[in-house]
Structures are given as C-alpha cells and as structure tokens.
C-alpha cells in the first residue's frame, strides 16, 4: 500500500536533486540562468575570458541562478564548479564567479592550482570594492562584469587587488611582529639558562622548545568535466551578500 508511495517520493526526492544543478552551455564561459546580464555586456564578456583561455588556459566561469535551493552560496558554488569539472585537469586553473537571485549571494571559488595567485584576500577586495557596491545600487550585469575583469587583470598580471595590498601589508606586520616577541622570549630564556651556570648553581633544567606547524586541509572532491577540462575546486574562495 505505501511502497508506491514511497517510490514516488523518492523519484521525486531525486528529480529535484538532479535539478539542483544545471548543466553547463557547451562553449560558453558566461551561464546567466537567471537572465540578469544584458547580450551586450555578455558578448563582452565573453570575448575577454575566452580571450583569457586562450592566453593562459585558465578557465573563469560566470554563473547565475534564480537559487541555489537552500544551499548556501559558498557551497552551492563549490559544488557545481567540482560537477563541471571548471579548469584543466591536472592544473586546476579554473575560477567561478557566481551570483544567486534568492538568497542575494556572491561567491567565488578558484581550483587548487589558483589558490596562491588568487587568494582569499584578494577574493574579498574583489567582491567588497567592485562587486557588491554595484549591486548595492542595482546595477548587477555591471557587478558582475567589474568581477570579471578583476580576475581577469590579476590572473594575467595586468592589475592586483588595492584593498588587498592593505590587507597584506598588516598580515606581514603581524607576522614580523610574532617572530620578534619569539627571539626576544628565546634571548631572554637562553641569558637565565646561561646564568645558572656562570653562578655554579647545579641541577638539571628541562625545557619546552618552540615548535609551530601549519596544515592546511584541502579536501578534495570530485569534478565532473561536464565542457570543461575537469579541474578540481579545491582553491581560494569567499563570499558575500547585497
């Protein structure tokens, strides 16, 4: 009595979770879903990632959805770049820019092989000083388009992120400022373990050094090479809302 109930439902479970991710337009670099970008600004843009491809092999996707069905923006984007498989295999040189009707969310992912030369820092700068203020003022397809370019310039060396500079700088501050505390607490360490000596003190003295690691969990996943080269999405990423 219920098993034909529970079948329809779980095909229909199924149906809208194969729904949830759209399929890529063979050829195209710009996938306006959500019909936001005028066929002026996307011939443009077009014309400059395709050029950028070629130049580089680098893969920069634009996508927008009418919704990501619940999902957060930052995951959704993720998500479907690894189910395009965005970027060359083996190099993972792929990047998606992808704005969300519903949820008003902005997000950009870059493959592994991008993840130092497009950082999360610069992702920020991107998204806060040229992406998000035009949406704030209604003027998305431009939003878009000034993301776009952003990239663009910063992947083929033309531009760097100015607000990231900022950023940068004060990372390199406190980083410079960590390892001085660290000599001075090892000099100052090192005088009173000397000086027990010098007094003919005896004893033993045990210590605990100095030890720092950094690990960095990538998680790896799968990539569809669904008209693409098949590159991971696995690199830098960040997000935002308008």
Known sequence: MFRPLYLALLALFWSQTALAYPKPMPGKFVHD??????????????????GLENDTTTQVVVVTVETTNSEIP?????????????????VNNGVMLLNARKERGLSIKTGSGLKDKLTNGMIDAILADHVVPKFKSGKDAAGLEAGTEQIIGILNGTIYAPSDVSRVTNESTDEERTKFIVIIIVIVLLIAFLSMFTKGGSGGSSGSGFSSSHHHDYSSGSSGGSGFGGGDSDGSGGDSSY
């Open 74 to 90: 930052k995951s959704y984007t993720k998500n479907l770049m690894a189910e395009w498989g965005v970027g060359q295999v083996g």
């Open 33 to 50: 879903f959500a019909n936001v970008i005028p066929a002026d600004v996307e011939a443009r843009m077009e014309a400059r990632l395709r």
